[in-house]
């Protein structure tokens, strides 16, 4: 108890010093917490940071829930206080604009425990092949725990050390997003607290509203405490193909070739397709270039074309040891349709835990080098099919230039598999693209290479697709102002605000996202 007491006296003295308010964390210590409220130096630095290191936050303290009660218990007494207390949940850290960081307010850790205490494992459902998961959960260790089992789930990110409950509020995107829709297309159930701190279970049956306005919700309406992701029979191996185009309406014609294939049997189509841009100069930076074989006779830079511009399609087919003999026909079958550059396929068998956990490795390598904790202005833009071809003269062979600090992914997806209920805003088409910039800014000296040429070059590539009518949809998106929010969302922003004013009414949670302004009684009397 006397641990307890000090505790409270340090926030409480700490919130009085910063800001000049007495919010009363002595009630959230009352009702008894479980895990750890932190106002260690170093947890309240971490929780002020993010991947993308182009803004700071301020939290006031840090909490390492391991119960969705730890969780509603802060947010209730945010949402009973007038005094300007926020609170954000903070995955593994991989925003980029700040989205997860909060100032004056509580971060809640929801990754990466500490003390004896810690949220429920990964409960799999063998029979019913689906698996229970706290919010915080780190993808890659989902995938664990259900291999146990022969099991996994049917769609991912390219990335696996994501929390469930980040991807879960964004959409969560990859080459198998053509076949199973996003992540948010694979759940059956959530546990959320809302910003009234009641913690409620939604599905497409219970509380059917929240469920939806949740998924792609950016944080907005409840925290994501649990989550019932469908699974489906895991491959023991994969077959991964990346083949060269220097043409890029060939290019585009197969992968949206390969992606109408979704509704035909797993023989006669790719588990994955995805795809990626490039330049000549830019292969050196590129991890993804580095996925080439070097003992692959063809030399990648002889066949760049005067543009200096390639096209790689990426494609993977799972299999299973057992059926290992019939691979090579199924794959040949399918690449006989396609129309790249011959002498260019390159191919590795490897297992199908390696293949999901591929960037992972790439990562080591990025670290042991000192390039992976850098600032990253990522930019990832859903396109319409109809204006893909606009966007490749326009920025490819134009704006990028022959330079790059960092891969650019592209790749098709099928609107019909995304759920026009969820929160997430996609172009008006059938057919859309991603297109993800995912670019370092290095102090290299370089001006190519700078933070301030890299954030110059993206407001470029919006201002190219505004004034050429290209009608982008920003995916993980970051805007200052809610008219940008607003336009943003579109026909959505009406029923996005319902949500808002019946979920959070106080505007508590995910303020960093800049979406809505917290509103608290009494900061409109505090003297200026």
């Given at each position: 108890?006397?641990?307890?007491?000090?505790?409270?006296?340090?926030?409480?003295?700490?919130?009085?010093?910063?800001?000049?308010?007495?919010?009363?964390?002595?009630?959230?210590?009352?009702?008894?917490?479980?895990?750890?409220?932190?106002?260690?130096?170093?947890?309240?630095?971490?929780?002020?940071?993010?991947?993308?290191?182009?803004?700071?936050?301020?939290?006031?303290?840090?909490?390492?829930?391991?119960?969705?009660?730890?969780?509603?218990?802060?947010?209730?007494?945010?949402?009973?206080?007038?005094?300007?207390?926020?609170?954000?949940?903070?995955?593994?850290g991989h925003s980029i604009n700040g989205q997860a960081q909060t100032?004056?307010?509580?971060?809640?850790?929801?990754?990466?425990?500490?003390?004896?205490?810690?949220?429920?494992?990964?409960?799999?459902?063998?029979?019913?092949?689906?698996?229970?998961?706290?919010?915080?959960?780190?993808?890659?260790?989902?995938?664990?725990?259900?291999?146990?089992?022969?099991?996994?789930?049917?769609?991912?990110?390219?990335?696996?050390?994501?929390?469930?409950?980040?991807?879960?509020?964004?959409?969560?995107?990859?080459?198998?997003?053509?076949?199973?829709?996003?992540?948010?297309?694979?759940?059956?159930?959530?546990?959320?607290?809302?910003?009234?701190?009641?913690?409620?279970?939604?599905?497409?049956?219970?509380?059917?509203?929240?469920?939806?306005?949740?998924?792609?919700?950016?944080?907005?309406?409840?925290?994501?405490?649990?989550?019932?992701?469908?699974?489906?029979?895991?491959?023991?191996?994969?077959?991964?193909?990346?083949?060269?185009?220097?043409?890029?309406?060939?290019?585009?014609?197969?992968?949206?070739?390969?992606?109408?294939?979704?509704?035909?049997?797993?023989?006669?189509?790719?588990?994955y397709v995805e795809g990626f841009v490039i330049v000549a100069e830019?292969?050196?930076?590129?991890?993804?270039?580095?996925?080439?074989?070097?003992?692959?006779?063809?030399?990648?830079?002889?066949?760049?074309?005067?543009?200096?511009?390639?096209?790689?399609?990426?494609?993977?087919?799972?299999?299973?040891?057992?059926?290992?003999?019939?691979?090579?026909?199924?794959?040949?079958?399918?690449?006989?349709?396609?129309?790249?550059?011959?002498?260019?396929?390159?191919?590795?068998?490897?297992?199908?835990?390696?293949?999901?956990?591929?960037?992972?490795?790439?990562?080591?390598?990025?670290?042991?080098?000192?390039?992976?904790?850098?600032?990253?202005?990522?930019?990832?833009?859903?396109?319409?099919?109809?204006?893909?071809?606009?966007?490749?003269?326009?920025?490819?062979?134009?704006?990028?230039?022959?330079?790059?600090?960092?891969?650019?992914?592209?790749?098709?997806?099928?609107?019909?598999?995304?759920?026009?209920?969820?929160?997430?805003?996609?172009?008006?088409?059938?057919?859309?693209?991603?297109?993800?910039?995912?670019?370092?800014?290095?102090?290299?000296?370089?001006?190519?290479?700078?933070?301030?040429?890299?954030?110059?070059?993206?407001?470029?590539?919006?201002?190219?697709?505004?004034?050429?009518?290209?009608?982008?949809?920003?995916?993980?998106?970051?805007?200052?102002?809610?008219?940008?929010?607003?336009?943003?969302?579109?026909?959505?922003?009406?029923?996005?605000?319902?949500?808002?004013?019946?979920?959070?009414?106080?505007?508590?949670?995910?303020?960093?996202?800049?979406?809505?302004?917290?509103?608290?009684?009494?900061?409109?009397?505090?003297?200026?």
């Amino acid at each position: 108890m006397a641990t307890m007491l000090l505790l409270t006296f340090l926030i409480s003295s700490l919130i009085m010093v910063t800001v000049g308010l007495a919010i009363d964390f002595m009630e959230i210590l009352r009702l008894g917490i479980d895990g750890q409220l932190s106002v260690d130096p170093s947890d309240v630095e971490t929780a002020s940071l993010d991947f993308g290191l182009l803004t700071r936050g301020q939290p006031l303290a840090v909490l390492h829930p391991v119960s969705a009660q730890d969780i509603a218990r802060v947010v209730k007494a945010a949402y009973g206080s007038n005094q300007g207390m926020t609170v954000s949940a903070r995955g593994h850290g991989h925003s980029i604009n700040g989205q997860a960081q909060t100032t004056n307010g509580v971060v809640i850790q929801m990754s990466g425990w500490k003390g004896g205490n810690k949220p429920p494992r990964p409960h799999v459902w063998a029979e019913e092949r689906y698996v229970d998961v706290w919010g915080g959960e780190l993808w890659i260790d989902v995938l664990k725990s259900t291999l146990e089992y022969g099991l996994a789930p049917k769609s991912w990110t390219d990335y696996l050390y994501l929390s469930v409950g980040g991807t879960l509020s964004n959409a969560g995107i990859s080459g198998q997003a053509f076949n199973h829709g996003p992540q948010i297309s694979n759940v059956y159930e959530l546990d959320v607290v809302t910003g009234k701190g009641e913690v409620l279970t939604c599905s497409e049956d219970e509380n059917t509203e929240l469920f939806h306005a949740v998924l792609g919700g950016l944080g907005q309406f409840g925290i994501i405490t649990r989550a019932r992701i469908s699974l489906e029979p895991a491959p023991n191996m994969v077959r991964w193909i990346r083949v060269l185009y220097s043409n890029f309406s060939a290019f585009t014609s197969d992968q949206e070739h390969l992606i109408s294939l979704h509704a035909e049997s797993s023989n006669q189509k790719f588990d994955y397709v995805e795809g990626f841009v490039i330049v000549a100069e830019g292969l050196i930076n590129n991890w993804r270039s580095s996925l080439f074989s070097p003992q692959n006779p063809v030399k990648i830079s002889t066949l760049f074309p005067t543009g200096g511009v390639l096209y790689c399609l990426e494609i993977a087919k799972n299999y299973h040891e057992s059926t290992a003999q019939t691979i090579d026909q199924e794959v040949e079958f399918l690449l006989k349709k396609l129309n790249f550059i011959s002498t260019s396929v390159f191919t590795t068998d490897l297992l199908y835990v390696d293949f999901l956990d591929r960037v992972h490795m790439a990562e080591m390598k990025l670290r042991s080098k000192g390039l992976w904790e850098v600032p990253h202005p990522w930019l990832n833009l859903f396109i319409p099919s109809s204006k893909i071809a606009e966007f490749d003269k326009g920025v490819f062979k134009g704006i990028l230039g022959n330079k790059t600090s960092g891969p650019i992914l592209i790749y098709p997806m099928n609107k019909n598999k995304w759920d026009h209920r969820s929160s997430v805003v996609t172009p008006d088409e059938g057919l859309f693209y991603l297109v993800a910039l995912l670019r370092s800014a290095l102090d290299s000296g370089e001006e190519t290479q700078s933070l301030e040429y890299l954030n110059n070059q993206n407001r470029q590539i919006l201002r190219y697709c505004d004034e050429a009518g290209i009608k982008v949809k920003r995916y993980l998106p970051h805007y200052t102002t809610q008219q940008e929010w607003m336009d943003h969302f579109g026909n959505k922003w009406d029923r996005f605000y319902e949500m808002k004013m019946e979920f959070d009414p106080r505007h508590i949670l995910a303020s960093g996202q800049r979406i809505f302004t917290p509103t608290f009684p009494s900061l409109s009397n505090m003297p200026s």
